[in-house]
């Protein structure tokens, strides 16, 4: 979507002072109250602004909304308790009073970057707010990381940020896509939002699918607004550092259209050895799939049909799904740094090792090959390789008989001997003959049979849900 904002920061806040049925509250903790300093700034605050406030004081924030558990402030679970406060105070005092006014709740929760700039600035932001009088409210949450390298620069952003939330959920309710984009209005390369959490009335209809969590979660992801974003098995977008910190990681990437009984042995064979040599159980490891934006192209568009179609495929499966713009491993790689994972297992097929070995072979021809492998498999990553038949459905590639260029194969034989490359253990090489997007082809043009490569329950989604292009005529 090629979106260009047509108001300015101050003329969006001056437009919400002047709308009389908006009114609400700010309550900011850690970079100022940046956001009602708007729409001060601007005039017209009285006709908006209930109450502004921020308690810094840890002991003073905790007496207000009560103690975490984590010990942390700049957290999801903060932002909540803020947005519950807040707004039960705001509608039991005025919503009487007030018939003819949509209430909001604005809250905000920031970690700036400090004077020694030794930490990156980020935060989780909130809005609880009504869209008709008297009626029950919705609530956009967000989490952001901030660019700038000035703890002002990252508070002004805030501002802007929390301005054009605002804006976004009163005059862009009607435009999932714009609502996304606006929320970066004249903040391009200084904020990233990697989560973003719209629920309540006005969003849960029959006639409003197009708010679907994991669709804006796309549109994040599509827009730039972020590289990696993530939505769990109920579509629901959360966030890595409320479910990854400290704990191990296997990604499992693929083009999940469908995803067919080789899928899941891919993460069930994958899943099971990855627990057995990083020595962790379950409770502190996890598993998603992981859709880029490459895999989800076709003939430079992408469907959202199809994004769905996938993503409700890999919700039924029980995973987390990871939506990235990083075609290659290193933008993921880098992005999961910040939550300080213990081991990351990346799986991919066979044939897509030999690509990246090959491209990154014909690149770095000029010396700086073992650099550039150097930063893929560091001493916490692993790469799981699952094997597959050859284009001619004969041949098995493993591991010891991948076909690579000479120049490369020393290398190739380091990382397998140090272990940094292994094979999946115990796959069913008797089901490797599926091909998905064989699979795909047999749905779509309605031929029969492609009910035994999938699960049975997978089968009864395509068909309840009429995915892929399934159409029971065709049968």
């Not at 970079?31 to 004081?57: H, L, N, P, W």
């Not at 001619?392 to 076909?403: D, K, R």
């Not at 290398?411 to 999946?424: A, G, P």
């Not at 253990?425 to 490797?432: G, Q, R």
């Amino acid at each position: 979507m090629h979106y260009t904002p047509k108001i300015d920061t101050d003329q969006k806040a001056l437009e919400i002072n002047l709308n009389n049925s908006i009114y609400g509250t700010f309550a900011e903790i850690g970079a100022g109250q940046e956001v009602a300093r708007y729409f001060f700034k601007v005039g017209a605050a009285a006709g908006t602004i209930v109450k502004t406030m921020s308690a810094y004081d840890k002991i003073f924030s905790d007496r207000i909304y009560g103690e975490e558990e984590s010990g942390r402030y700049v957290c999801e679970s903060r932002l909540y308790k803020m947005l519950d406060h807040e707004y039960d105070l705001l509608i039991s005092r005025l919503q009487s009073a007030g018939e003819e006014k949509t209430f909001f709740a604005f809250a905000d929760t920031v970690e700036a970057i400090n004077y020694q700039k030794s930490n990156k600035g980020q935060g989780w932001l909130g809005l609880r707010f009504q869209l008709t009088p008297g009626g029950g409210f919705n609530e956009l949450v967000l989490h952001a990381k901030m660019s700038d390298n000035d703890s002002q620069l990252q508070a002004s952003s805030i501002g802007i940020l929390g301005v054009n939330m605002l804006y976004a959920a009163y005059y862009h309710y009607n435009d999932p896509e714009k609502f996304v984009c606006s929320l970066l209005d004249y903040l391009q390369d200084r904020v990233s939002i990697d989560m973003i959490r719209l629920s309540g009335p006005d969003f849960e209809t029959e006639e409003s699918r197009d708010w679907d969590n994991r669709i804006l979660t796309f549109y994040l992801v599509k827009n730039k607004l972020t590289e990696v974003a993530v939505f769990d098995k109920n579509g629901v977008s959360i966030h890595p550092s409320e479910f990854l910190y400290r704990k191990s990681l296997m990604v499992v990437r693929g083009n999940y259209r469908p995803p067919t009984l080789v899928t899941e042995d891919v993460f069930d064979k994958s899943f099971s050895m990855f627990n057995r040599q990083i020595e962790v159980n379950d409770e502190h490891s996890e598993i998603v799939a992981e859709l880029t934006l490459e895999n989800l192209t076709r003939h430079d568009r992408i469907d959202i049909e199809d994004f769905l179609a996938r993503a409700t495929m890999i919700n039924a499966m029980g995973y987390k799904t990871i939506v990235s713009d990083c075609s290659n491993h290193q933008k993921l790689i880098n992005y999961l740094s910040d939550y300080k994972i213990n081991r990351l297992g990346i799986v991919i097929g066979i044939r897509e090792l030999r690509t990246l070995m090959v491209q990154k072979y014909e690149k770095f021809r000029d010396g700086t090959l073992l650099v550039a492998f150097g930063e893929l498999f560091t001493h916490n990553i692993r790469v799981y390789a699952y094997p597959a038949l050859d284009d001619n459905l004969e041949e098995l590639m493993t591991l010891e008989n991948l076909q690579l260029p000479e120049g490369i194969k020393f290398l190739y034989r380091f990382l397998i001997d140090q272990k940094l490359i292994v094979q999946v253990e115990n796959y069913n090489e008797d089901i490797l003959y599926i091909i998905p997007h064989g699979v795909f082809t047999m749905i779509k043009n309605g031929e029969i049979g492609w009910e035994n490569y999938l699960s049975k329950e997978l089968v009864d989604i395509i068909k309840k849900k009429r995915l892929f292009y399934y159409n029971p005529d065709r049968s």
